[in-house]
């Protein structure tokens, strides 16, 4: 058997693991998991929620509208990744589900707010008005031949003119946007008002009656 011989300068034996060594390791464990006195980075602060809504702020009784909501920070950034809390108030005006899509019940204005799903959580707001408007006689009213036939007699810069502005009322419809609709029957009763050609007066004189029609339909 080997006999193991004290070095006269180290007061260790061979592989004694000394006090020194052992300092030494759990320096370097302090130093591999990051135990420091540095503080640690923060996340971005919520300082608003913005919501936004595809149609304006008009729905139709009957209609759905899908909102979106964002997280900004105090300089307007959106910060990515958040999950929000949908609610309505008044619910029996308008209900909204988890994600954000708002079914119009009746006539009424309503409050939307989407709230950060955070301990101190931060919302937003969107007032919606809903309105009864009767989208079904609307579709009918602009595709009555009668009326169809008017446009269609029309001189070619005013004809086109209003051709495109029904086709928007046509999209905004099946939209749901009664911001946009009421955008195009505005440019149809300029050209009803501005028209040059007598001919045009005339056809357009009679159609403004369907655009009183549409109007009224909307139930402002």
């Not at 909204?96 to 301990?119: F, K, N, P, S």
Request: proline share 3%; glycine share 6%.
């Amino acid at each position: 058997m080997q006999r193991r011989t004290l070095d006269p300068g180290n007061n260790s034996y061979p592989g004694q693991v000394t006090w020194e060594s052992a300092a030494v390791a759990g320096l370097m464990v302090l130093t591999t998991f990051g135990c420091s006195n540095r503080p640690t980075e923060s996340t971005t602060q919520i300082a608003s929620v913005i919501i936004t809504s595809p149609i304006d702020t008009i729905v139709a009784v009957g209609t759905t509208v899908q909102l979106t909501a964002s997280a900004q920070d105090a300089a307007g950034a959106e910060i990515t990744g958040i999950n929000f809390t949908w609610s309505s108030s008044p619910a029996f005006i308008a209900s909204v589900d988890a994600d954000g899509l708002v079914t119009a019940l009746q006539e009424g204005a309503i409050t939307i707010l989407a709230t950060t799903d955070e301990t101190a959580g931060v919302s937003g707001s969107l007032m919606l008005r809903v309105v009864p408007a009767n989208l079904i006689l609307i579709n009918e009213i602009l595709a009555d031949p009668f009326g169809n036939s008017l446009v269609n007699n029309l001189t070619f810069n005013t004809r086109s003119v209003v051709e495109d502005a029904l086709a928007e009322c046509a999209n905004a419809i099946d939209t749901g946007n009664i911001v946009v609709l009421i955008a195009c029957l505005t440019v149809v009763r300029t050209e009803v008002h501005s028209a040059t050609d007598a001919t045009d007066r005339v056809l357009l004189g009679v159609y403004e009656f369907y655009v009183t029609q549409i109007e009224q339909s909307l139930n402002l």
